[in-house]
């Protein structure tokens, strides 16, 4: 598939780094969770960061989402500095928990968004019925989230955060609690909303497998402290992605042999 790129979407980032002010008092040295990232996510790309466990994805991501300062470096969405959060940027985490509203049926979860924005009822109405509809909800949009599964929850948070359409997707291992079933469904569903949608993506994961059948390029953070991208592969498969293919296998021996010389072994 031809990606369409936005150049206003496009994230670069220049010898970003983050220290913590605390564990640099402590050590008496600047210890950097990561140093001197350079990367560039064009607009529309869909793009995997793949690390040992405590590399720094989370702290990258939140970074791009700015939840979290950096301490030197360059960071920018389009030709915007990022130094806050932004209704450009939305983050879906592992745990839907955390972010959906216990108070709030499905509904009213996926249209939390859109009534701060003061939008219409009937027009907040067609744009959750679609989301809902998009990650197989349907039928279950009075219910509160103490009556819906682990899996069910992570696709309210995904139609919520689909609803308020922001150009970025920051998504921190978002299926990482789910069973493998619902995992898999998760996954088609995200690819195929991805490509109907075009946003730019940027996903971080564990998982070998899930980082080839959804990115399109994937980056391998270096084990920490002073992580920092330490190669990218292009996966130059055609979606849907069949991981019974020989390609695919190649490519997941390849990365896994990155890990295997790598210092701090596998993934997590
Ligand atoms: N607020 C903080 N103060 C000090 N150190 C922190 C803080 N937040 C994270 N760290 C450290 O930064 C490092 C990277 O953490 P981060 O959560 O980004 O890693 P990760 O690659 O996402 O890990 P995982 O895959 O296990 O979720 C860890 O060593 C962690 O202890």
Same mark, same amino acid.
């Given at each position: 598939?031809?990606? /369409?790129?936005?150049?206003? $979407? ?5 010898? =970003? ?7 640099? !008092?402590?050590?008496?040295? %600047? ?17 995997? =960061? *793949? ?10 991501? $939140? ?9 030197g470096?360059?960071?920018? %969405? ?6 806050? &959060?932004?209704?450009? #940027?939305?983050?879906?985490? @592992? ?7 216990p ?5 009213? $979860? ?15 109405r ?16 009075? !219910? ?8 069910? !929850?992570?696709?309210?948070q995904?139609? #919520? %955060?689909?609803? $308020?359409? &922001?150009?970025?997707? +920051?998504?921190?291992? &978002?299926?990482?609690? *789910?069973? /493998?079933?619902? #995992? ?19 996903? %971080? ?8 059948? +959804?990115?399109? #390029?994937? /980056?391998?953070?270096?084990p ?15 979606? &849907?992605?069949?991981? /019974? ?7 997941? @021996? ?6 295997d ?8």
């Amino acid at each position: 598939m031809a990606l /369409a790129t936005f150049p206003a $979407n496009t994230i670069t980032i220049e010898r =970003l780094n983050k220290s913590y002010a605390e564990t640099a !008092k402590k050590s008496g040295n %600047v210890h950097y969770i990561i140093q001197d990232v350079d990367l560039v996510v064009k607009g529309g790309e869909f793009f995997v =960061l *793949l690390g040992p466990s405590g590399c720094g994805k989370s702290t990258l991501l $939140n970074m791009i989402a700015g939840f979290v300062s950096k301490t030197g470096g360059r960071l920018q %969405v389009g030709d915007v500095e990022v130094d806050k &959060p932004g209704r450009d #940027r939305a983050v879906v985490f @592992q745990q839907a928990d955390s972010s959906l509203f216990p108070w709030l049926t499905v509904r009213q $979860n996926v249209e939390f968004g859109l009534k701060m924005k003061k939008m219409p009822k009937p027009q907040r109405r067609e744009i959750s019925d679609r989301f809902i509809g998009m990650v197989g909800l349907a039928g279950h949009e009075g !219910k509160f989230p103490r009556e819906l599964s682990g899996g069910m !929850k992570q696709r309210v948070q995904l139609a #919520r %955060v689909l609803a $308020n359409d &922001p150009a970025i997707l +920051l998504m921190d291992e &978002p299926f990482g609690a *789910l069973d /493998a079933m619902t #995992r898999r469904t998760m996954q088609k569903e995200l690819s195929g909303i991805w490509q109907a949608t075009n946003k730019t993506v940027i996903f %971080v994961t564990h998982d070998i497998q899930e980082a080839i059948l +959804l990115g399109g #390029r994937i /980056a391998i953070m270096s084990p920490g402290p002073s992580s920092r991208i330490a190669h990218i592969y292009e996966v130059p498969l055609a979606y &849907p992605r069949d991981a /019974a293919a020989p390609e695919f296998y190649s490519l997941y @021996q390849t990365i896994q042999a990155h890990f295997d010389e790598t210092e701090g072994g596998g993934t997590a």
